[in-house]
């Protein structure tokens, strides 16, 4: 049991408390033990406690301090944001946004299609099961 | 808009104008006015006092000064509507006998309930009036151009009252009989609100079998986490 995500000038991180609760920012100085410098093409570069951040696998490659031009070239040229929305854990909560933003009416059509589906999966089966030597 | 005219007589301190009282008889151009009018000032003919109708004493009256009320001049307006409840938004009843039921809003009445058509066909709901209060707007919007609510007003739905009869039980028993029936008069009215807007539900796929069902909070559903 190693670690294996560190905490590093370009590492990624996911805020998980306090205003910006859900930002995807880049570590982008240690300050001291407990807190770090982070920036993000859309917050203004501002100080952290780790406490309130997630470390993701995500690391770019960045100077100690960027510019914010430079960060956000960076950040472009590792593709952060298409990294990010095809990993797993991006990709859940992705999810989790769009079921908690559904209408009334989208989730009576998601519990129309959940039916739908569960009778076509139902269907296949019974013919597997028919085939099956009594 | 022609930028704002300077006062003629700017106040410089509360009470104190900057121009006097001579020099403002000037700039009115009071002076013009009489000249074009021959060195009078022009006045309206006095009109005529209304005859004075003489008021005969009372009869009768009470013995100790009675005290009036004071008069209360406030009109009440229909209740203000929430944001999210507009002409054509599909609504959730919560109380009553359609609890549950998912409704077409048409418009507010003026004692600030709303008119609701199921409609009928579709979920059991006939032309109704639901109270503000009892209702969840949701965001979903059902095109509602083509139905006409103007002729619907507070009083088509008042109850109707009949003249009551002191006859016999029998009597009584024929009468309510009669009156259990809907008119034919309403059940057109019914059908035409209802045709433009089952056309117009027919366009968006699964609306129709969306209001004919009842909204229920399942396992896991917040209320206050819901988006409507």
């Given at each position: 049991m190693t670690f294996k995500r560190y905490v590093e000038i370009g590492r990624v991180g996911l805020i998980n408390y306090g205003k910006d609760y859900g930002k995807l920012v880049v570590i982008v100085d240690v300050i001291d033990q407990n807190r770090a410098l982070v920036d993000s093409p859309d917050m203004v570069r501002s100080q952290?406690?780790?406490?309130?951040?997630?470390?993701?696998?995500?690391?770019?490659?960045?100077?100690?301090?960027?510019?914010?031009?430079?960060?956000?070239?960076?950040?472009?040229?590792?593709?952060v944001k298409g990294k990010w929305e095809s990993s797993s854990w991006g990709r859940k909560l992705i999810v989790q946004k769009k079921r908690a933003s559904l209408n009334d009416f989208d989730r009576f059509k998601l519990m129309l299609a959940k039916i739908k589906k569960a009778g076509v999966v139902r269907q296949e089966l019974a013919k597997l099961k028919k085939e099956i030597p009594a | 808009m022609a930028p704002k005219q300077k006062a003629r007589n700017p106040?410089?301190?509360?009470?104190?104008?900057?121009?006097?009282?001579?020099?403002?008889?000037?700039?009115?151009?009071?002076?013009?006015?009489?000249?074009?009018?021959?060195?009078?000032?022009?006045v309206h003919a006095k009109q005529e006092a209304a005859a004075v109708v003489e008021e005969k004493q009372p009869k009768?009256?009470?013995?100790?000064?009675?005290?009036?009320?004071?008069?209360?001049?406030?009109?009440p307006k229909p209740t203000k509507l929430r944001a999210s409840v507009t002409p054509g938004t599909v609504l959730i009843i919560l109380t009553g006998r359609f609890k549950g039921k998912r409704v077409v809003f048409l418009k507010q009445l003026t004692s600030g309930l709303l008119l609701i058509t199921g409609p009928y066909k579709v979920n059991g709901v006939p032309l109704r009036r639901v109270n503000q209060a009892y209702v969840i707007g949701t965001s979903t919007k059902v095109d509602i151009s083509g139905v006409d609510v103007s002729k619907f007003d507070d009083k088509y739905f008042g109850k109707q009252v009949e003249k009551k009869k002191k006859g016999e039980t029998e009597f009584f028993e024929a009468e309510k009989q009669e009156k259990n029936t809907?008119?034919?008069?309403?059940?057109?009215d019914q059908?035409?609100?209802?045709?433009?807007?089952?056309?117009?539900?027919?366009s968006v796929p699964d609306l129709k079998a969306y209001l004919g069902a009842r909204f229920s909070l399942k396992a896991g559903l917040k209320p206050h986490e819901l988006v409507f």
């Open positions: 952290i406690n780790f406490k309130r951040l997630s470390l993701t696998d995500i690391k770019i490659d960045i100077k100690r301090v960027p510019k914010k031009k430079v960060l956000v070239a960076a950040m472009e040229a590792a593709d | 106040e410089l301190i509360p009470g104190v104008g900057k121009v006097s009282r001579s020099k403002m008889y000037h700039k009115r151009g009071l002076w013009a006015i009489k000249a074009k009018n021959g060195g009078k000032f022009p009768f009256y009470p013995a100790d000064d009675v005290k009036k009320p004071l008069s209360n001049k406030r009109k809907l008119p034919a008069e309403k059940k057109d059908k035409a609100v209802d045709a433009p807007l089952l056309k117009a539900l027919e």
